[in-house]
């Protein structure tokens, strides 16, 4: 089988390369940390002007056409750069969810502002007993003459206080954990009734604990049909995560790749430590595993671009796995063969384990996807 991309995937491949090396470097990166957003809006807005924002979208959404293939390669830049910029939380859960079920209105308004750059968006959907189980939703929705009231609590909303507007799923019906009664409101983050609390994550993002307490929404601000969003839900978080394993697979070969530098210039015993056979059996593990998930990264991508079905859903859990065993695997081992510098600040070796660590518990840690596998075997 073919992997090599076309001429146009190429370009966009070198494209955000050439940001990375020349625009964000890992100083730079350092001190966008510190700023009040924790990224920079002039990038946001460069992302937009190159057409980034709008790459995952049809062009009959007011996109540029491109697939999952496409996000996986900026996706795997963005890891190698440890970009911090919301692109996960704004442009492929929120835009992706807009794009599959908004009205012509609704694309209007808001996913042509999100491609634009002129608005930012969050999918609040963590509940914080849910345990990763997306039909486990406690906040509810009761219908009213005019629209809905929504009571209820988010947990770790990605891009939370960066965002104008949140997508929020809510039980409007049935019982917590069905999957059926599900639905999806967009709702605007100045709402009176809405109660944010933000924080700084251990990989330096952005979230926030976000409280509804009677917040009324009108019928116009419900995204798709009443009580069925739970396979939309699904469907999204799926391609979310193919979009974070490819970011994992630029972390580990960033790792990897200052792993081997460091053992052929660190001196032990007379020698580079790249030279004691027991580390280079590591390094070659480390390299294994990398090889491993990018190679089911590009299977994710490939499946989620021909439909989404149960082959897709399992090369997805089985993505996730891989992404979790082997970035931890690489993460530690970069760690320990750069001693005990490996941690600290100073150095992006710990930064690149800290984001994948994070990436793990993202959507489904190990054991869940696990789980979700063996199931649908």
């Keep these: 089988m073919d992997f090599a991309f076309s001429d146009e995937q190429t370009l966009l491949q070198d494209s955000v390369q050439r940001f ?37 979208f049809d062009e009959s959404s007011g996109g540029f056409g491109g697939g999952a293939i496409e996000t996986m390669i900026v996706m795997e830049e963005f890891g190698k750069g440890l970009v911090v910029e919301p692109y996960i939380s704004c442009v492929i859960l929120a835009g992706k969810l807009i794009e599959s079920a908004a009205t012509a209105a609704q694309k209007e308004a808001y996913l042509a502002a999100i491609i634009s750059g002129d608005l930012m968006a969050a999918f609040a959907f963590v509940e914080p007993k849910a345990r990763y189980n997306l039909a486990d939703i406690s906040t509810r929705g009761e219908e009213t003459a005019t629209g809905y009231i929504i009571n209820g609590h988010k947990g770790v909303v990605l891009g939370g206080p960066s965002a104008d507007f949140l ?23 100045a709402h009176g009734g809405i109660a944010c609390r933000d924080y ?9 604990e976000v409280v509804f307490a009677d917040v009324d929404v009108g019928v116009d601000a419900i995204l798709g049909e ?32 200052a792993t081997v530098e460091y053992c052929k210039s660190r001196q032990q015993f007379g020698q580079p430590i790249g030279k004691f056979q027991v580390l280079q059996h590591r390094m070659v593990d480390m390299f294994v595993e990398y090889e491993q998930t990018k190679s089911l990264v590009y299977m994710a991508a490939m499946r989620l671009d021909e439909g989404y079905g149960v082959l897709t859903k399992k090369s997805v859990s089985g993505l996730k796995v891989q992404v979790g065993k082997g970035g931890r695997f690489v993460g530690q081992g970069a760690v320990q063969l750069h001693g005990g510098m490996g941690m600290t600040d100073e150095l992006n070796v710990g930064h690149y384990f800290k984001r994948l660590t994070a990436i793990d518990t993202l959507f489904g840690n190990v054991d869940f996807h696990l789980q979700k596998y063996a199931t649908l075997m």
Excluded: H
């Excluded at 625009?23 to 009040?36: A, N, P």
């Excluded at 069925?228 to 790792?255: H, P």
């Design 167 to 189: 997508i929020v799923p809510v039980r409007t019906s049935g019982a917590q954990q069905d999957t059926d009664g599900i639905s999806l409101f967009i709702v605007d983050k």
């Design 200 to 208: 700084i994550t251990i990989d330096g993002m952005r979230a926030s």
């Design 20 to 56: 990375i090396r020349n625009d964000y470097s890992f100083i730079e990166r350092q001190k966008l940390l510190l700023t009040d957003c924790g990224f920079s809006r002039e990038n946001w807005q460069s992302f937009a002007d190159l057409g980034w924002l709008g790459l995952s």
């Design 226 to 257: 009443v009580g069925q969003a739970y396979s939309l839900i699904e469907q999204v978080i799926d391609y979310a995560i193919m979009a974070i394993g490819a970011e994992a697979v630029g972390a580990m070969d960033v790792l990897y790749q």
